[in-house]
């Protein structure tokens, strides 16, 4: 005959009990209420402990009780919890090393991976957009501007430029005042000429409000004009 005990009240309600002694436990119920009343108790502790993956638990003490397996599930909590956090961390890395490449890319003129989604060419598809065409220097491009608080947020996509040259956009207001917006360096091979198709894309902006912009230039530094847009 199988013995019974009272602490086999928590195995049985975990079902870690043989069928034997699942069936010697049941009779054993039968006549005490104090297990009886106690089932219910264990058995909802034992939700805690469903999906346990055995490479998950920690090895098996000498004594199998309840208190031992909540200790086991705890630890294999935390452990995923340090999981999630390390590879949240690393995720979150990636995404800064990702945006420190991309802002290095635009700064020395290497092509820009996130071009087609920047916040240029974004600006340039909903903004309120002029076009630049001058037949002189053979410069061509598209100017885009959207109001913000600070002033105006303003894009530029730019062809028909070849290097090296030092330049600058502009922006000049109705009073005559003056702010550039952005500066950039032209490499040898230029911008949207033969060879080098693509064409430059960038953004800055000006703190003059939009309503009161009357033209920008694009120049170089020592003072030649490429082309002017009047907005």
């Not at 630890?75 to 690393?90: G, K, L, N, P, V």
């Not at 230029?190 to 060879?195: E, K, Q, T």
Request: proline residues 6%.
């Amino acid at each position: 005959m199988t013995e019974v005990h009272h602490e086999d009240v928590a195995a049985y309600a975990l079902g870690l009990l043989s069928e034997e002694e699942q069936a010697a436990f049941e009779r054993h119920l039968d006549g005490c209420g104090l297990c009886a009343g106690e089932v219910g108790s264990f058995a909802a502790m034992g939700e805690l402990i469903k999906g346990v993956h055995p490479d998950d638990l920690l090895p098996q003490p000498a004594d199998p009780q309840v208190e031992s397996l909540l200790v086991r599930r705890a630890a294999a909590e935390r452990r995923r919890r340090r999981f999630h956090r390390s590879f949240m961390t690393a995720a979150a890395c990636l995404v800064v090393a990702a945006g420190v490449f991309l802002g290095v890319s635009s700064l020395t003129g290497e092509p820009n991976p996130d071009s087609i989604h920047s916040p240029a060419r974004d600006l340039l598809m909903t903004g309120r957009t002029y076009a630049i065409t001058d037949p002189a220097t053979g410069v061509a491009g598209v100017v885009g501007l959207e109001d913000k608080g600070w002033g105006t947020h303003v894009a530029l996509e730019l062809k028909g430029v070849k290097g090296p040259l030092q330049c600058r956009l502009t922006a000049f207001g109705d009073d005559g005042r003056s702010e550039v917006v952005a500066s950039w360096g032209v490499p040898e091979k230029g911008y949207g000429v033969p060879g080098s198709p693509d064409p430059l894309v960038l953004h800055g902006g000006t703190s003059l409000p939009q309503t009161e912009l009357n033209h920008f230039t694009i120049q170089t530094t020592d003072g030649r004009i490429l082309a002017t847009v009047a907005v």
